[in-house]
């Protein structure tokens, strides 16, 4: 276990990389980690961080053995692979929370329910791609944008609530989701990119009017889907 002195505000990039602690406890007056502190520490199990923190910076746990951590209320940015190929079983996202960035929870495999509180306005792209145990997740009212390959290979996931502030889905945001039966377009949504739905197990779906196009391979491969209402807007299906 480390714990680090009291006087230290500011610990640099890559200080704890590759090393082989299980434990770290950071104080209260530490306000700034630099990016991949403790990424690639293959031992680390636990971490207690400071409250003082409001920025989780790009790949800080990346790569690393951590199972789980309690993230402080004063944190308002998850950075891009914060948390990429952990061993996150679980997660509770603080309430203040306003941006996961892209890549964020990118293959935790192991990842298995994850709650996004109301606050959170940006979900970045790849940001639980391949989160294969992950098997529900409710986007909050504020995010406009699900980004491309946001959902990418999450086999597991049974059941998604999207919000009606959500005007895109992008590129491969749902594809190869293999065990998503339904889900729900809001009446907000004006756009849905290609491949959005790809090998999904959606086995019928409601295209709403503010749709004016469904880009090509948006559905292809979904072998389960059988029933179809398409918008009356709709002035361009494409390609399959």
């Not at 500011?10 to 007056?29: H, M, Q, R, T, Y």
């Not at 790949?59 to 199972?67: C, D, K, V």
């Not at 792209?125 to 995010?143: E, K, R």
């Amino acid at each position: 276990m480390v714990e680090i002195p009291n006087l230290v505000k500011e610990i640099g990039e890559d200080a704890f990389s590759g090393s082989a602690i299980k434990e770290f406890v950071l104080p209260p007056n530490v306000r700034a980690l630099g990016w991949g502190v403790f990424s690639y520490c293959k031992e680390l199990k636990d971490v207690v961080i400071s409250e003082n923190l409001s920025v989780i910076p790009p790949f800080a746990f990346s790569n690393s053995g951590i199972e789980k951590i309690d993230i402080p209320n004063n944190i308002t940015v998850i950075g891009m692979n914060a948390f990429a190929n952990t061993l996150l079983k679980e997660i509770e996202l603080p309430p203040d929370l306003q941006t996961i960035k892209i890549n964020a929870f990118r293959d935790c495999s192991s990842l298995a329910n994850v709650v996004v509180p109301d606050s959170v306005t940006t979900i970045g792209s790849y940001a639980f791609q391949n989160c294969s145990n992950l098997t529900s997740i409710t986007i909050p009212n504020g995010v406009k944008t699900i980004g491309s390959y946001t959902f990418y290979g999450c086999t597991s996931l049974t059941k998604i609530t999207i919000p009606n502030s959500v005007t895109t889905i992008g590129s491969s945001a749902f594809y190869n989701c293999v065990n998503l039966k339904s889900i729900d377009l809001p009446n907000s949504l004006k756009s849905i990119d290609m491949y959005a739905f790809t090998k999904s197990a959606i086995e019928s779906i409601v295209i709403p009017d503010t749709i004016s196009e469904i880009p090509a391979y948006a559905f292809d491969g979904c072998t389960n889907l059988t029933s179809v209402k398409l918008s009356n807007t709709l002035i361009r299906i494409g390609t399959a």
